[in-house]
């Protein structure tokens, strides 16, 4: 069962990376030059396959900003479940000490009072290079 979570996990999020970069050519092109700059682009003849090394993948900012940006628009889980640890109110709901909260993912991770450079519902993967690269660290929960 473990094997089938990691591989249905890792296969939903690459589905929705190649969805993402499909509908963006910007996005796409900015890669693509990232990618040149750090020479791990494959040549047409096959000749040159440039390795992906965790040095070369640290220095792929624009990259992780995208992978960032697809994993907060299309969490791999949808929602997932907390144990309230004390009795307390959220949004004029009683919450009550053990009770098991569902939280959607989605919902957190689109919520407009964390993101703030441009529509916090469009896929804007330069929001992490601007001012919501230090979004507070519960607006974005892309797994459980």
């Given at each position: 069962?473990?094997?089938?979570?990691?591989?249905?996990?890792?296969?939903?999020?690459?589905?929705?990376?190649?969805?993402?970069?499909?509908?963006?050519?910007?996005?796409?092109?900015?890669?693509?030059?990232?990618?040149?700059?750090?020479?791990?682009?494959?040549?047409?003849?096959?000749?040159?396959?440039?390795?992906?090394?965790?040095?070369?993948?640290?220095?792929?900012t624009?990259?992780?900003?995208?992978?960032?940006?697809v994993?907060?628009?299309?969490?791999?889980?949808?929602?997932?479940?907390?144990?309230?640890?004390?009795?307390?109110?959220?949004?004029?709901?009683?919450?009550?000490?053990?009770?098991t909260?569902?939280?959607?993912?989605?919902?957190?991770?689109i919520?407009?009072?964390?993101?703030?450079?441009?529509?916090?519902?469009?896929?804007?993967?330069?929001?992490?290079?601007?001012?919501?690269?230090d979004?507070?660290?519960?607006?974005?929960?892309?797994?459980?």
């Amino acid at each position: 069962m473990m094997m089938l979570a990691g591989y249905e996990t890792t296969f939903t999020a690459l589905s929705w990376f190649l969805f993402f970069a499909s509908e963006n050519p910007r996005v796409q092109h900015k890669m693509k030059e990232e990618l040149r700059e750090h020479n791990l682009l494959m040549t047409d003849d096959l000749k040159c396959v440039p390795s992906l090394t965790s040095d070369n993948l640290a220095s792929l900012t624009y990259c992780e900003c995208v992978t960032k940006e697809v994993l907060r628009l299309a969490p791999v889980a949808g929602l997932t479940t907390r144990m309230a640890m004390r009795d307390t109110v959220v949004d004029n709901v009683k919450v009550h000490r053990g009770q098991t909260v569902f939280v959607a993912l989605h919902n957190i991770n689109i919520d407009a009072r964390y993101w703030h450079h441009g529509d916090s519902k469009q896929f804007m993967s330069e929001r992490f290079l601007a001012e919501d690269k230090d979004h507070h660290h519960l607006a974005m929960i892309p797994f459980s």
